[in-house]
């Protein structure tokens, strides 16, 4: 479970700012059954985290503001910060530049770093993890651990200007090989990603709640449907996704899938003129099944109606296709789900009921966590959302993004949440001047 993000000098971030999902404990009612409302929030919106010092997390967060206010850049940190994690030994060359982006409107800020910290859970134990980086190299980075709430410093690392070079601290409670890890560690890598390469047991599971727990979307258009192909192999997990499907008023009743062995014949004419390209995917799918048709099944009350899914369907019912497999998987197996602009493609009732799916402790088991950003305003329900779950990013004069919560207001008494946003009460709206055409 995620507890919270930080980040400092990145694109539209300048300074330090951060996301957290620890639930605020004076999270004060805002609706007419009072107490009674905060409490019932607090049950499904909220879960124990099992730590003294942090009582309870959110199951969910939803980011607002204008256009170009930053708050794809929120989400953007976290997917380089993941990304980067999983790939930078393994997909990183010596001396290949790390595609970081800091502060631009600020000669200082041009100069710094950027930095990534983040704190989460793994089996009960919390975890603090974080590096600064140029697109040159690794400035610092560090590892603790806090089992039973007692501080352990697993590693340090820092480059010293003055030496060229870097300086390593290593806690008593960090067993790995630490002269072979910071030896083979590049410039332009991370500590914890080149451990893994070199098989170290004790760091496994910070890489692979990485790796199989965070789950970061900037762009909807990167959502891919291997999750559903995958929920689809069985009838039983079939029947949620129809029975998901179903729900979203997308009309269909069932889906027929054909698979057959590869064959190099099934490759359309346009790869032969590439050869390369040819003899890779003939490769990739050699002795593989893969599917040939795809139908949607159509019951009109009267007749079976069959429509080829890719050719017939709309958009947005392919869109909720793909969603519909990470939806089942992010929250039967805990996970936590990041996405940029969630509202796209999906209708306000139907982005509600994936809300409630996160908020339901009976549907969401596993704690699972979600946050997105969104314009979709009718969300901004006291009935729907507690002020520690609601977040807005604002610019500045000078351009630098702010990220701050509701908690930092308090509304009044049954004060309409969506219409004190857009009269520009919490800020976060934009400004819109005078235009000809």
Same mark, same amino acid.
């Not at 404990?25 to 609706?31: N, P, W, Y």
């Not at 996160?358 to 549907?363: E, G, L, M, Q, R």
């Given at each position: 479970m995620l507890i919270d +993000? @930080?980040?400092t000098n990145f694109r539209s971030i300048k300074q330090k700012q951060t996301l957290s999902m620890v639930a605020a /404990? =004076?999270? =004060?009612? %805002?609706?007419d059954s009072g107490q009674a409302a905060k409490k019932g929030l /607090?049950? %499904?919106n909220t879960f124990p985290s099992g730590l003294e010092k942090l009582p309870r997390l959110l199951r969910s967060a939803v980011i607002y503001g204008a256009n170009a206010s930053g708050k794809t850049n929120v989400v953007r940190a976290l997917y380089f910060m993941g990304s980067f994690i999983i790939s930078s030994f393994k997909n990183f060359s010596e001396g290949e530049s790390i595609?970081? !982006?800091? +502060?631009?409107?600020d000669t200082e800020s041009a100069k710094l770093p950027s930095e990534f910290e983040i704190t989460f859970m793994i089996e009960g134990i919390r975890y603090q993890y974080g590096f600064a980086a140029t697109t040159e190299r690794i400035m610092e980075e560090w590892l603790f651990s806090y089992p039973e709430g007692k501080t352990q410093r697993w590693f340090e690392r820092a480059f010293d200007n003055g030496s060229s070079s870097y300086k390593y601290r290593f806690g008593r409670k960090f067993t790995g090989q630490k002269k072979i890890i910071e030896t083979a560690t590049r410039q332009n890598a991370l500590f914890l990603s080149t451990a893994i390469q070199l098989n170290d047991d004790q760091l496994k599971p910070v890489y692979n709640w990485f790796l199989n727990t965070l789950e970061v979307f900037p762009d909807l258009t990167r959502i891919i449907s291997r999750f559903t192909w995958d929920y689809l192999e069985s009838e039983s997990s079939k029947s949620r996704i129809l029975s998901f499907l179903k729900a979203a008023d997308t009309g269909i009743s069932d889906i027929v899938i054909e698979r057959r062995p590869f064959n190099p014949d099934m490759l359309p004419p346009s790869i032969d003129s590439n050869s390369s390209l040819r003899e890779q995917i003939i490769k990739d799918l050699k002795d593989k099944v893969v599917i040939t048709d795809f139908k949607s099944i159509h019951d009109s009350g009267i007749s079976q109606i069959t429509l080829d899914f890719e050719e017939d369907e709309s958009?947005?019912?392919k869109k909720l296709f793909d969603l519909s497999g990470l939806w089942f998987d992010v929250i039967s197996k805990g996970k936590v789900l990041v996405v940029d602009e969630l509202d796209t493609s999906l209708h306000p009732l139907l982005l509600r009921t994936i809300v409630d799916m $996160?908020? =339901?402790? !009976? @549907?969401n088991s596993h704690n699972a966590q979600l946050? $997105?950003?969104t314009h979709d305003t009718t969300l901004l329900d006291p009935d729907i959302y507690r002020r520690d779950q609601i977040w807005f990013t604002e610019k500045d004069r000078c351009g630098a993004t702010s990220l701050y919560s509701l908690v930092e207001f308090i509304p009044k008494k049954n004060e309409a949440l969506e219409r004190g946003y857009l009269n520009g009460r919490y800020g976060a709206i934009p400004f819109i001047g005078d235009f000809e055409f």
């Open positions: +993000f @930080s980040v /404990e =004076d999270d =004060d009612e %805002t609706t /607090e049950e %499904t595609r970081v !982006k800091p +502060f631009l409107f958009n947005g019912t $996160f908020h =339901d402790p !009976k @549907s946050i $997105f950003n």
